[in-house]
C-alpha cells in the first residue's frame, strides 16, 4: 500500500510542479520582473532587498515545494477540508502569477501589496487544511509562507520608500 501511495504521488507531482514553475516562470518574463527591469532598478529598496539571484533560485524551491504539497492533497480522499484547501490553494496560486504583472509590469505596487496579502492569507487558510489531510504538505507551504511574509514586508517598504 505505502508503494502505491508513493508511485501515485510521484505521478502526481510530475503533473502539478511543472506547469507551477513554469507558469511563474513566464509571468516573471514577461513582466520583466527583478533586476534590469528600468523602473525597478530606479526604486528605493528595503535594507532587507536580497540580491537579484536569490528570487530566482528562492522562487524555483518554494514553487517546487508547493507543487509536491498540491501532488501530496491532490492524491488524498475527498473531503470537505480538502475541497476548501484546494480552492484556497489554486486562488492564491492565480494571484502569486498576477504578482509580477502587477507590480513589475504595470507598476501598481499598492495594487500589488493588496495582492500579496490576499496571497498570504489565502496560503496560510491553504496550508491549514491541508495540515488537517495530511501534516507533510502543511510543513512544505511553510517555506512559503515565511517567503510571502517577506515578499510582503518587501513590497510594503518599496511603497512606503518611493510611493507616499
Known amino acids: 500500500m505505502t508503494a502505491s501511495v508513493s508511485t501515485k504521488t510521484r505521478k502526481s507531482v510530475l503533473i502539478t510542479v511543472p506547469p507551477i514553475l513554469g507558469i511563474g516562470f513566464l509571468m516573471g518574463k514577461l513582466s520583466g520582473s527583478g533586476q534590469g527591469n528600468a523602473w525597478f ?3 528605493l529598496k528595503p535594507p532587507l532587498m536580497p540580491s537579484g539571484w ?5 522562487w524555483t524551491a518554494l514553487y517546487i515545494l508547493i507543487g509536491v504539497a498540491l501532488a501530496i492533497v491532490w492524491g ?4 470537505r477540508s480538502r475541497s476548501i484547501g484546494l480552492t484556497c490553494f489554486f486562488v492564491q496560486l492565480a494571484l502569486n502569477f498576477s504578482w509580477s504583472p502587477l507590480f513589475f509590469g504595470l507598476h501598481e505596487v499598492m495594487i500589488a501589496l493588496v495582492a500579496l496579502c490576499a496571497i498570504l492569507a489565502l496560503s496560510i487558510a491553504a ?3 491541508f495540515r488537517r489531510i495530511r501534516p507533510i504538505a502543511f510543513w512544505l507551504m511553510t517555506p ?6 517577506f515578499a510582503t514586508y518587501l513590497n510594503l517598504e518599496i511603497l512606503r520608500r518611493n510611493f507616499t
Open 41 to 43: 532598478d530606479t526604486l
Open 54 to 58: 536569490v528570487f530566482g533560485v528562492a
Open 76 to 79: 488524498a480522499p475527498s473531503s
Open 127 to 129: 496550508a491549514i487544511h
Open 144 to 149: 512559503y509562507l515565511a517567503w510571502l511574509a
